[in-house]
């Protein structure tokens, strides 16, 4: 982005004022939207004000450490836009100029210029989202593809919109029914650290002070307590450092990602919410393209990008290669072993029956089902591990503190 000083009259007098745009043309085009008045002059200028300066300083500092995306209820809404103007005629060129224009959000008019300048420069769409992989998603790349493949990118504009905002209420329904479970976590957590800090020091002064013999649970206890109070800290900054480290290696180094990936898929709950809800973003992406015509082996490589856990890509991809080879798609989804047998009947059905985008349909209805289902009874899942570990934290802190004075009592009868 650049900034060009716009000069201008307006109620008889001349004026000055900078703007941000791509080009000279893109500040003209925005001067003339917010109707400054009659345009005089349109430079690029070094002279730049010091609030803007402040602005993109703080914008910096903001991406280094948290790196702007548009947020998904404002991309659903900016996609329903595109779908209405697309389906009135307009052109997709001209209504993406009209969101960056029209937008009040940065990041919306930062990418969606971007993306008019690259239309411009005749990439295809499918070629500048992909760009903003961050911001749009795999689902959204796959969406708009079909829809430049198939000539009808309202229709694909309409569905991906329903799309995101199933993901998004998923995700909100997931957050609401977390937070339960979370809250209870966190005062476990609170309470454990304040009954080591302020509760335990108090009876390591007795048991120094009578010399007692301690047992393993209570020596357990004092070690903990020392840590916390000497060096809680560093043992915080130490724990965050795991997390950040952990998390960029995760983005970074496939082999770590895929070795994480492939764990997650085993951890209780966990593992579940991950495999239902990839699995029915996916079938409900190849139903969509295979509806729409596309070749199966091109259906099963584009529904494969929306997939982000990496064992299940792997196995989704041998999928494409053994149906490329000329075997069914029934036999290449049984070796995956993800589907269950009855799903696969119903699959191998949709083959011989020519109906396979209204059996797919159904699969993807099914793992829906199974996901709002965890979803929903998320809290049932996780109160036995809760209670579990409430249990043990108790009893823990019971032993280390009592055992010693059942010693002591018994030292003192006998």
Known sequence: MKFFEVEYVKDGLKQKITLKANNKNDA???????????????????SIPITDQINDFG??????????????????TTIRQLSVMANAGISLHDAIKEIAKSSDDKRIQVVFDTINEDLNQGQSLTESISKFQNDFGDVSIAMMRLGENTGNMAESLSKLAEILQDVWDNQQK????????????VAIIIAFVIMMTSVVPKFRDVFDQLG??????????????????????????????????TNKTYKKSYEIKA??????LKV??????????????????????TRAGIPIVEALDTAVMTVTNEELKIKLKGVKI?????????????????????????????????????????????????????????????????????????????????????????????
């Open 259 to 264: 070795k994480i990936d492939k764990a997650l």
């Open 28 to 46: 003209k085009s925005i001067a003339t939207a917010k109707n400054y008045g009659t345009i005089i002059k349109i430079g690029e200028t070094k």
């Open 268 to 289: 209780y709950l966990i593992g579940n919410i991950i495999f239902y809800s990839t699995m029915n973003r996916f079938n409900l992406i190849f139903t969509e393209l």
């Open 322 to 414: 053994l149906v490329g080879r000329g075997v069914s798609l029934t036999d290449s989804l049984k070796d995956t072993k993800l589907y269950e047998s009855m799903l696969l009947q119903m699959i191998n059905a949709g083959e011989q029956s020519g109906s396979l985008d209204a059996m797919l349909e159904k699969v993807t209805d099914y793992y829906k089902m199974k996901f709002n289902d965890i979803i929903d009874n998320i809290s049932t899942y996780i109160e036995p591990i809760l209670l579990a570990v409430l249990a043990i934290m108790v009893t823990f802190l019971a032993l280390g503190i009592f055992m010693p004075m059942w010693d002591m009592a018994s030292a003192v009868r006998n």
């Open 59 to 76: 914008d910096k500092i903001a991406s280094f450490f948290i790196k702007p995306t548009i947020k998904t209820p404002l991309l659903v």
């Open 174 to 185: 997931f957050k609401k029914a977390i937070r339960y479970p979370i809250t209870v976590i």
């Open 212 to 245: 007692a013999n301690l047992p393993l649970p209570t020596k357990i206890l004092l070690n903990i307590e020392n840590i916390l109070s000497q060096y809680g800290l560093y043992v915080l900054i130490i724990i965050l450092g795991a997390i950040f480290f």
